[in-house]
C-alpha cells in the first residue's frame, strides 16, 4: 500500500509544491505522513487491517510528495558555491532515517505484545512531525518567489542569505539573472505559470 500511495502522489506533486511553494508543498506532505501514521497506530484500538493499509496508504502519499518538495527546496535555497556538496548531504541523511527505524524495530524485540511493532509505527512521525511544525520557519524558496512575480521578495532573500546583506553582491546578481534567463526560456506567461 505504501508503494501504491506513493505512485498515487505523482499528479499531485507538481501541483502540491508549485501552487503553495516549496514550504507548503513539505508542510502538506509531512501533515498527510502525520495522518497517516495516526490512522496506523491506532489501528490497536480497532484491529483493523484496512485502516492499518489506509495509513500506509496516506504513508506514501505523503512521502511521494515530500520526497520532491524537500530537495527542490534544498537545491533552490542553497548557495550556489556550496550547491552540490548541501544537495548531496540531503540524499546522504536520507539512511539515518533508515537507521532510525532499523534501531527502533531492533529495539522494540525486547519488549512484548503490540509495544514491538507500534515503537517503529509511531516513529515514522518523528521527522514528518518536525517539517509540520518548523516548515513556516523556514524562508520560501527564493525561485519560487521569482517565478510567481514576487521579485523583491526573491531579491531579499538571496541578499540575506546569499550576498552576506549584500543587494550588489555577484551571487545576488547571478541568481536573479538565472532566474530571468528562465523566464526567457520558457515564456513569459508560461515561466510565471510553471516553476
Excluded: C
Excluded at 31 to 47: P, R
Excluded at 116 to 130: A, C, D, E, R, S
Excluded at 155 to 181: C, D, F, R
Amino acid at each position: 500500500m505504501y508503494q501504491i500511495g506513493s505512485v498515487v502522489a505523482i499528479p499531485f506533486i507538481g501541483p502540491a509544491i508549485d501552487t503553495w511553494g516549496r514550504r507548503g508543498g513539505m508542510f502538506i506532505a509531512g501533515s498527510i505522513i502525520v495522518i497517516g501514521v495516526i490512522i496506523q497506530g491506532t489501528t490497536i484500538a480497532t484491529h483493523s487491517i484496512g485502516q492499518f493499509m489506509g495509513g500506509r496508504f496516506l504513508l506514501g502519499f505523503g512521502v511521494g510528495i515530500i520526497g520532491s518538495s524537500g530537495p527542490t527546496y534544498v537545491v533552490e535555497m542553497s548557495h550556489p558555491a556550496h550547491r552540490g556538496v548541501t544537495t548531496g548531504l540531503y540524499n546522504v541523511f536520507w539512511p539515518v532515517g533508515a537507521l532510525v527505524a532499523s534501531g527502533a524495530a531492533r529495539g522494540g524485540l525486547s519488549y512484548t505484545g503490540n509495544t514491538q511493532w507500534l515503537i517503529p509505527v509511531w516513529l515514522q512521525m518523528m521527522f514528518p512531525g518536525l517539517i509540520v511544525l518548523l516548515a513556516w520557519f523556514l524562508p520560501e524558496s527564493p525561485r519560487w518567489l521569482y517565478v510567481r512575480g514576487r521579485v523583491v521578495e526573491a531579491q531579499a532573500i538571496l541578499t540575506k542569505y546569499h550576498g552576506e546583506g549584500n543587494p550588489n553582491s555577484e551571487w545576488v546578481k547571478l541568481q536573479m539573472m538565472e532566474y530571468e534567463t528562465h523566464l526567457e526560456i520558457d515564456g513569459t506567461e508560461i515561466g510565471r505559470a510553471h516553476v
